[in-house]
DNA sequence: GCCGTTTTCGGCCCGACTGTTTTCAGTCG
């Protein structure tokens, strides 16, 4: 049990209990209380088996009960009975766009709709449509809902998997017969979304490791066990596919199993070139070659040495250019997550966040970070507690304060907003707010089926206000949950470098917004990146190892990156934009 | 169901859009 699955248990509570058409507060209480189990920072498992939950905000008696059911026992009968209910499936319903409990209970009261393919039925047979309050838009609509939902099943985000691969590494790595282990695949090259987990381990005894494998704990379905390969299915509905191979053929399957396959293609063709064919286990002559001896390969070095190529790291193959520039040796020094000195757009208790400022300042310290800004929700964001021009001044104030205290130990907490991007694109607070700010992050937060001219147009108005540092998650989309906003990325990009406004990239794992195919172009335009964690929370801001992971995709470097800059170069960088040098 | 207190009940976050209606319910952020 982890803190992740008891929330989610305590949301998924929330939702039944708004089917049953609950006091909507009693189901705000559930939902509070996933938040905090989440968001805790300690261990909240422990102190649930411990029966220790007394004192916490937003955990009352009756959740601390369930919550101690829940951790000491794997379950929790309250739950139980009101899945039962209504069935498994019915939770699902919950992630089709457009859909909510209302229409939910409408639909399974009156029609039966228990899951996503009865919900399928009863919109194409028009059913749906006939009941009140649903016409033939909503039934439409709640199937384009459902295709977007499947044309993403079986995949899953980072914040999913990560945890995951660390566990089956560290299973392999202790294993007495295992001498070296990777993950490959889509995970190794830093995809934002994968639909398994590949993983290599060097053994002379692939018997017993996969023994091991296939038995390890979570396992629920073994797809396949054979001598050098078997494939599993996890709890999670994750598949992990592992390969053993020897010692020696570890380099050239780690190509192999990293991909992509097109950028596997190119260096195979490569090969041949040189007289030797390339497969998952080695060099080999071919027939008609050369005759020159096949390159030995014991590091993933050696084979992009033999072809000629500098090493390409992971994160660029996907055959986009990385060949021509490892043959010309333009490979970039990729950024890496310990070059990040701080972070912008971070939320408090003022908005929505779980943290203070002292503690979310503290927690940045810790990282080892020399600042961290704070970019709070403006006024328009009433859902998320946004701040007022009178709420706003006095955190600056409070800001001022904790910096006088933090000035000996060379860390600084920038005073920001994020504010919102208002319809026409002008914004949530007026230039004079702004200047008093150390920077802004510009975000839109609402009215998401504007046409893509005019939301693209509203963008760029506000990335050209001079107070605007930086514009924030520039697509809106949640990955595996809802696509981005239709806007033009190109344009959004030219206004950006000819207003020398930084573009962010969001480290939340469900947004990786600005995607990282885009950061090429915007990198060529002289624009800059700032990673930004968009922490709601202290562990938040853990989140950037994903934003780090994406802008090494989008072949980014520290130089590009506004974040690796120490504390009194960042400081002038702020400036820049809003003095116009 | 939680919190706080002017203690043991009363209040708990706001506004806009969509698609359904003909004044509003549901969903979303």
């Known amino acids: 049990m982890t803190a992740e699955q008891m929330a989610e248990v305590l949301r998924n509570i929330a939702r039944l209990l708004e089917l049953k058409g609950e006091n909507p507060f009693k189901i705000r209480a559930y939902t509070t209380g996933a938040d905090v189990a989440e968001n805790f920072s300690g261990d909240i498992v422990a102190k649930a088996k411990a ?114 691969v660390m566990g089956v590494l560290e299973m392999l790595r202790d294993h007495p017969d295992v001498s070296r282990v990777e993950v490959g695949g889509s995970y190794r090259r830093g995809k934002e979304t994968v ?139 990729l950024v890496e997550l310990q070059n990040l000195r701080g972070c912008f757009h971070n939320h408090t208790v003022a908005s929505d966040g779980a943290a203070t400022l002292r503690e979310m300042a503290e927690a940045a310290q810790e990282v080892g970070w020399q600042y961290l800004g704070i970019a709070d929700h403006s006024k328009s964001s009433f859902q998320a507690n946004g701040l007022n021009e009178t709420r706003l001044a006095a955190q600056v104030e409070e800001i001022r304060k904790l910096n006088a205290e933090y000035e000996k130990e060379g860390f600084r907490i920038f005073a920001g907003s994020e504010v919102d991007i208002l319809k026409d694109g002008a914004l949530d607070f007026s230039d004079e707010v702004m200047a008093g700010l150390d920077y802004v992050v510009a975000s839109v937060h609402n009215l998401f089926t504007l046409s893509e001219a005019e939301m693209t147009k509203r963008i760029i108005k506000a990335i050209e ?7 924030g998650h520039v697509t809106g989309r949640l990955l595996l949950s809802r696509p981005s906003y239709a806007v033009n990325i190109p344009e959004i990009i030219e206004a950006a470098s000819a207003n020398g406004t930084i573009i962010e990239i969001n480290a939340n794992p469900w947004r990786l917004d600005m995607d990282w195919r885009w950061w090429k172009m915007a990198k060529e335009k002289g624009v800059k990146c700032a990673i930004n964690p968009d922490a709601h929370s202290t562990r938040g801001l853990q989140d950037v190892f994903f934003g780090a992971r994406i802008a090494r995709k989008g072949w980014l470097t520290r130089e590009d990156v506004i974040n690796c800059l120490p504390l009194g170069q960042v400081e002038q960088a702020l400036r820049v934009k809003r003095e116009g040098k």
């Not at 009352?60 to 794997?74: F, I, R, V, Y």
């Not at 073994?222 to 996890?234: F, N, P, R």
């Not at 008609?288 to 030995?296: A, Q, R």
């Open 51 to 164: 029966n220790d939950l007394g004192g916490i905000k937003g955990i009352g008696d009756a959740l601390q009960q369930k919550l101690h059911e829940l951790a000491s026992t794997g379950k929790l009968e309250f739950y139980e009975k009101l899945k039962a209910e209504f069935g498994d499936g019915i939770l699902e319903l919950f992630e089709v766009q457009g859909l909510g409990a209302k229409k939910i209970a409408a639909l399974f009261a009156t029609l039966g709709v228990k899951s996503i393919a009865d919900l399928r039925r009863v919109c194409e047979s028009g059913e749906a449509a006939k009941l009140p309050g649903f016409g033939a838009k909503t039934a439409e609509k709640l199937l384009q809902g459902i295709s977007f939902r499947e044309s993403h099943a079986h995949e899953f985000r980072q914040e999913q998997v990560a945890p995951i």
């Open 195 to 333: 639909h398994d987990l590949d993983f290599l381990a060097a053994s002379r005894r692939p018997k017993e490791v996969l023994e091991d494998f296939v038995h390890m704990p979570g396992v629920t379905q073994v797809l396949g066990h054979g001598e050098t390969k078997a494939s599993v299915v996890l709890d999670s509905g994750v598949q992990c596919d592992l390969r053993v191979v020897t010692n020696d053929e570890f380099a050239c399957a780690l190509v192999y199993f990293t991909g992509s396959k097109e950028h596997n293609i190119v260096l195979r063709s490569r090969a041949l070139e040189r007289g030797w064919s390339l497969n998952e286990y080695a060099f080999t002559p071919v027939a008609n070659g050369n005759g020159k001896e096949p390159p030995k390969c014991m590091e993933e070095a050696d084979v992009y040495r033999a072809l000629d190529l500098e090493v390409v790291p992971p994160e660029l193959r996907e055959n986009t250019g990385e060949i021509e520039a490892a043959e010309e040796g333009r490979i970039p020094r």
């Open 465 to 471: 206000n001079p107070y605007v540092t930086m514009l």
